[in-house]
């Protein structure tokens, strides 16, 4: 089995399936990357061979992603006409995508044998330090991959949720990169800052140039962050790994139509479930 997962996982560089010294030097590289600025970049995670695998994948599938567009502000929130015009409140961006759904991604098939190679949600969890930590247990989220191409984009946003965790499979022929003001909002909205960022004249913008193979764990919610407008023909594809505070959890129908465009029993089940008893 693990003779298998080898060639998918760099194992020579991120032994994270054993406890070893070099696996705790990568813990805490990550831990301290995350601490300083909520990012981490675990380069040539995967190997070359996987890479292929990954990107074959994928566009084996692509044709089953669910486009969405919507125009929103860093924030998510609604426009507020009582505050001032350059507010960064009030600066809306096009933002869109196509999500694969999960179920297209098989159990034997290169992206599910990297997410449930023994020891790689232990090692997120590690690297996170988070204590309560259950993978989605969303047929159409649990990993899927985010598809984007020229004309479409990650316009400047915080997160909702507490971190994300993706792998680069693929760039665009041109722009693509992760771009990230490290802790904007720590202790406050700056709203002064951010709407430098917004506004292209801040100087606090870190910017990432990811590439196939690279492993990132990031916290988006203090951390003001987008992917630059894509170029060229190629599409760029990354994988989102998603993991919650409690076990059992799946989306709310009306997200998940939104994201994915269709819902599973699950979705209608557990929503019921949530609404009269708390059970996840
Ligand atoms: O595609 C990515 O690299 C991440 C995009 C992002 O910021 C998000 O999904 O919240
Ligand atoms: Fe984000």
């Not at 991120?14 to 380069?43: F, M, N, S, T, W």
């Not at 070359?48 to 599938?61: D, F, Q």
């Not at 909002?185 to 690279?214: I, M, W, Y």
Request: proline share 5%; aromatic share 10%.
């Amino acid at each position: 089995m693990i003779q298998n997962e080898a060639h998918l996982i760099n194992l020579d560089r991120y032994p994270i399936h054993r406890d070893c010294p070099e696996r705790d030097a990568v813990l805490l590289q990550v831990r301290a990357d995350l601490a300083r600025d909520g990012c981490a970049v675990l380069k040539g995670f995967l190997t070359a061979e996987a890479i292929r695998a990954l990107t074959a994948e994928a566009e084996s599938v692509a044709d089953k992603g669910h486009r969405s567009f919507s125009r929103t502000n860093a924030y998510f929130t609604t426009d507020n006409a009582s505050l001032p015009e350059d507010d960064p409140r009030r600066q809306f961006f096009d933002r869109s995508n196509a999500f694969i759904p999960a179920d297209n991604f098989a159990p034997d098939g290169p992206l599910r044998r990297v997410h449930d190679f023994d020891g790689f949600d232990r090692f997120i969890q590690e690297c996170l330090q988070e204590e309560n930590f259950y993978r989605y247990a969303d047929p159409l989220a649990d990993v899927i991959v985010n598809m984007a191409e020229e004309g479409n984009g990650f316009p400047w946003h915080f997160d909702t949720n507490n971190f994300t965790v993706t792998l680069a499979i693929q760039n665009a022929t041109g722009g693509g990169s992760f771009e990230y003001a490290p802790m904007i909002r720590q202790g406050g909205e700056n709203f002064a800052e951010v709407a430098q960022v917004l506004n292209g004249t801040s100087d606090k913008v870190t910017v990432l140039e990811l590439e196939p193979g690279d492993l990132q764990l990031f916290r988006g919610r203090y951390s003001l962050h987008r992917v630059a407008p894509l170029t060229g023909d190629r599409r760029r594809y990354v994988a989102i790994f998603s993991y919650v505070e409690e076990p059992g959890m799946v989306g709310a129908p009306e997200r998940t139509q939104q994201l994915y465009g269709r819902t599973l029993p699950i979705h209608h089940e557990r929503a019921g479930q949530r609404v009269d008893s708390y059970l996840d």
